[in-house]
């Protein structure tokens, strides 16, 4: 089986900073990887170079096996690669229809007319946003501008699924729900690699952890084994070893 | 469709229909001043076209309007009107398409400052062709068409640009714009080749600006690279566009009648402080009205809901 | 004849130099893209005209006298006009698109004030046009003075700006505003400052430009553009780099000027523009932003 992201020595600075240092993994089809790591030790850094978004100072990134370093971002998306943002950067003039309409339009599916319009609202309906099909971003709580992040970038009918803190900021309940979207998503066969704090989610959803401090992968393999790692306890859960973690 | 879409189709019609009679109904006053208002709804609509969406503010309609003017100064008396016309059309097409892919894939800054000095620089370059190569500098425009036929031919190419403003808005480019014009690097993220929309809709745009040079250019007898390019062409263009609103395809037009009328006046009136008039009209626009005059409209209607 | 053309291209890039300076400060401090700019420098050489020929005094006492008056009057425009817009605007291209229009307003209302004075004519006065030998090369000692005057003005700036207090603070806003606040920087001061500063610079250069060039009042408008490409050239907020560029660009305009053809100035300033634009973005001297 080959891999579907292929990431060797991915470097990226910021002037004196190496945000991304030397980094190498890869992600099978079908697996849900979760990416950790303390505040400011590159996770978002790497989706953006992943996406295309940044470019990298040195490195490789194969998609499905085709080089898509420095490729433009539109290009990426439309190979099969969607994200969401940290921070929810919904487009505020589209009603939430027409936001998740883009990807349709411009994603693999290329679609447009009335088979495209039915298919934006089927995804506003998977996320629970059904409802909200005419409203302006604007009007969306924030965790249902989340949502419609996320239904946007279904749209795309991405292979590789990034998300970034998808899970962030959610109360108990929305948390369930998340969850299980995201475990649907993975049933239906998308690759996923999540930047996240929350441990539940991590625990129940990552088949395999990428840890990452000050830009270098400190550790990676499964859940467990990762977090018992003394390494991975000192650098991303601080010296008060709290098993919460994050900002959850 | 929607029904608010065919009452404006019907609307848009109607009102063509009667606007097509005015070279019956009034004189020659009446008749070149509806000329400027078509010629100035044309550019200013097809200003917001792309700098609407995009929210890329340019500053070159002059340079495309002028080379549409010479080059029916050049070609007219030799070439059937059809050639004039398309002649015009390719050069603005080539123009504009190295404007625009040298610069939109940048950030606007780039944009704007190589518009704000483009008039200029073709201007120069026309001066500086016709005093080494051809030795003459302005020319007389020799053509039988009258002043009826400009105004039909303008007419006809409003008509024709607020089809295609229709069209796009409806269309998956439309969509792509107003993407970019909310959130450029989430529109890429989303599959969407922004230097692509963009410098299509920007040589779509000027398009427009060429024919209306390259009709308007018979009303002046004689043309000099000064008068083509004068830059307070692309000013007022943007002053109207603004007024009347660009995010509505009718906003534009609400900017020109009533600004035309007052700059009719104002150069009647003050005709050596003109641009100092224009100038202060503007900045009164931008700080008091910032949405134009289709935003007030939107606002008052939205406001009792 | 190729040092005396490299000569009057090193004057001439000198002035684009300081105009570009002046720009960089309004531009990538106080985040202001000012299109009436070279209307400024277009005023200050009408004033110098009117020193010299109207008073019958030096026009380096205007170099006394205009740029303070533009530092006031930029400042009063900055405080009153843009003030407004900087604080109704949600982000910095929102910002952006408003000070463009604004002053693009305000570049038409300069304009016609001096065209309504002045008329269309082109100007000129001869004040120190000696010719001075150097090196077997023939200069105008007006010229060199202008030069000598726009290197002592563009040294000054920058050890102001990297040697003093209030210099480090201008800069400090350059890079980051939000960061500059929070070290207790004023935010909106350092940036009237920066603008006023950017106008007295312009209206210096205006005067020594008028000591050797002939200018009308339409002319504005080009200096602005050659401001803008220097800047973009340099890179924005790089003094440094607006030195170099502006250098770089007032050699090539006179090269093409003498060697090729006069008229053909303003395609050469594009042509630079064109190719720091496909090669360069970000400045000879900037960083990538990608
Ligand atoms: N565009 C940029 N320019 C300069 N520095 C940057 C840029 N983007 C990120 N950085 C720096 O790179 C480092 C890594 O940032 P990054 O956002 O990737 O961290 P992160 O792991 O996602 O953190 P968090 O958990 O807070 O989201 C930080 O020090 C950040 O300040
Ligand atoms: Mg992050």
Redesign the interface.
């Known amino acids: 089986m080959s891999a579907l992201l292929q990431v060797e020595g991915l470097t990226r600075r910021f002037?004196g900073l190496t945000a991304v240092d030397a980094l190498s993994f890869s992600i099978e089809p079908g697996e849900v990887v979760g990416l950790l790591g303390p505040n400011g030790s590159g996770k978002t850094t790497v989706l953006n170079l992943l996406s295309g978004?940044?470019?990298a100072d040195t490195g490789r990134i194969a998609f499905k096996g085709q080089e898509i370093g420095g490729r433009a971002v539109h290009t990426i998306a439309r190979l099969g690669v969607a994200r969401t943002f940290q921070l929810v950067r919904p487009l505020a003039s589209l009603s939430c229809h027409d936001n998740v309409l883009t990807g349709l339009a411009f994603g693999r599916s290329r679609a447009w007319g009335a088979t495209a319009r039915a298919t934006a609202d089927t995804l506003l309906e998977r996320v629970g946003l059904g409802r909200a099909r005419d409203t302006l971003p604007a009007e969306l709580t924030y965790i249902d501008q989340k949502r419609l992040e996320l239904a946007r970038a279904l749209a795309l009918q991405p292979e590789l699924l990034l998300l970034d803190e998808w899970l962030a900021g959610l109360n108990p309940t929305e948390l369930e729900e998340g969850i299980a979207l995201i475990r649907s998503l993975s049933g239906q066969g998308i690759t996923i690699l999540l930047v996240e704090h929350v441990m539940d989610a991590i625990r129940s959803l990552c088949g395999r952890l990428l840890v990452m401090n000050t830009g270098r992968l400190i550790a990676s393999g499964p859940p467990q084994q990762v977090l018992a790692n003394p390494e991975v306890v000192r650098a991303y859960l601080g010296d008060d070893g709290d098993t919460g973690g994050g900002d959850a | 469709m929607s029904r608010r879409e065919t009452l404006s189709i019907l609307a848009g019609a109607l009102a063509t229909a009667i606007l097509a009679c005015v070279p019956f109904l009034f004189g020659d006053y009446g008749l070149s001043l509806a000329i400027n208002i078509v010629s100035y709804a044309v550019l200013a609509t097809a200003w917001s076209l792309f700098s609407g969406p995009t929210?890329y503010?340019s500053?070159a309609t002059v340079a495309f309007f002028g080379i549409g003017a010479y080059t029916t100064a050049v070609f007219a008396e030799t070439l059937p009107w059809p050639a004039v016309l398309a002649i015009a059309a390719v050069i603005g097409v080539v123009v504009a398409a190295i404007v625009g892919l040298?610069?939109l894939r940048?950030s606007?800054?780039?944009f704007?400052?190589?518009s704000?000095?483009l008039a200029?620089?073709v201007r120069?370059?026309v001066?500086?062709w016709e005093?080494?190569k051809t030795r003459t500098l302005g020319r007389y425009v020799f053509t039988d068409i009258t002043a009826a036929q400009i105004y039909w031919q303008l007419l006809a190419l409003a008509v024709l640009v607020f089809v295609v403003g229709f069209l796009i808005g409806r269309s998956r480019l439309g969509l792509a714009l107003r993407a970019i014009g909310d959130d450029e690097t989430v529109a890429r993220h989303t599959g969407i080749d922004t230097t692509r929309a963009k410098v299509a809709l920007f040589v779509l745009s000027t398009v427009f600006m060429t024919l209306t040079g390259a009709i308007m250019a018979p009303r002046w007898t004689y043309i000099d690279p000064a008068i083509a390019f004068n830059?307070?062409v692309s000013?007022t263009v943007?002053i109207m566009a603004?007024l009347g609103g660009v995010h509505r395809l009718y906003g534009p037009v609400l900017g020109v009648v009533p600004l035309a009328l007052l700059f009719e006046f104002l150069l009647a009136r003050f005709p050596?402080?003109?641009?100092?008039?224009?100038?202060?009209v503007?900045?009164l626009i931008?700080?008091a009205i910032?949405r134009g005059i289709a935003g007030l409209v939107e606002q008052a209607v939205r406001r009792p809901a | 004849m190729l040092l005396e053309v490299t000569l009057s291209g090193v004057t001439l890039g000198g002035m684009y130099a300081l105009v570009a300076m002046g720009l960089t400060l309004q531009y990538g401090v106080a985040r202001i893209?000012n299109?009436s700019y070279g209307e400024l420098l277009i005023a200050a050489a009408f004033a110098a005209l009117w020193f010299y020929s109207g008073l019958a005094l030096s026009p380096l006492l205007g170099l006394l006298v205009v740029p303070p008056l533009a530092f006031a009057l930029s400042y009063a425009i900055y405080r009153i006009?843009l003030q407004?817009l900087v604080r109704?605007a949600k982000t910095r291209?929102a910002l952006?698109?408003?000070s463009?229009?604004?002053t693009?307003?305000?570049?038409?209302?300069?304009?016609?004030?001096m065209?309504?004075a002045f008329g269309g004519a082109y100007y000129s006065y001869s004040f120190l046009s000696i010719p001075l030998h150097i090196a077997g090369a023939t200069v105008a000692a007006n010229r060199l003075l202008a030069l000598v005057l726009a290197v002592v003005i563009g040294l000054g700036l920058y050890l102001a700006l990297t040697r003093t207090r209030l210099g480090t603070a201008v800069r400090a806003v350059a890079v980051d505003p939000v960061a500059a606040q929070l070290v207790a920087i004023d935010v909106r001061t350092a940036s009237a400052l920066a603008f006023a500063l950017g106008g007295a610079l312009v209206a210096a250069a205006g005067v020594l430009v008028s000591m050797f060039l002939t200018f009308n009042a339409n002319l504005g408008?080009?200096f602005?553009?050659k401001a803008?490409?220097v800047v973009?050239m340099g890179g924005v907020g790089n003094l440094l780099g607006a030195l170099i560029a502006g250098l770089v660009l007032g050699l090539v305009e006179n090269y093409v000027a003498v060697f090729v053809?006069p008229?053909?100035t303003?395609?050469a300033?594009?042509a630079i523009?064109?190719l720091v634009?496909?090669v360069r973005?970000q400045g000879l001297l900037g960083?990538?932003s990608?």
């Open positions: 002037g978004a940044l470019r | 929210r503010v500053l040298s610069t940048l606007g800054v780039y704007v400052i190589f704000f000095g200029e620089l120069q370059l001066t500086w005093v080494n830059p307070v000013f943007l603004l050596n402080h003109f641009s100092i008039m224009v100038g202060l503007f900045i931008v700080y910032p | 893209m299109l006009l407004p109704r291209d952006e698109v408003d463009i229009l604004a693009f307003g305000l570049l038409f209302v300069i304009q016609g004030v065209l309504a408008v080009v602005t553009l803008l490409v973009i053809d008229g053909l303003l395609a300033t594009y523009f064109l634009l496909l973005p960083r990538s990608r």
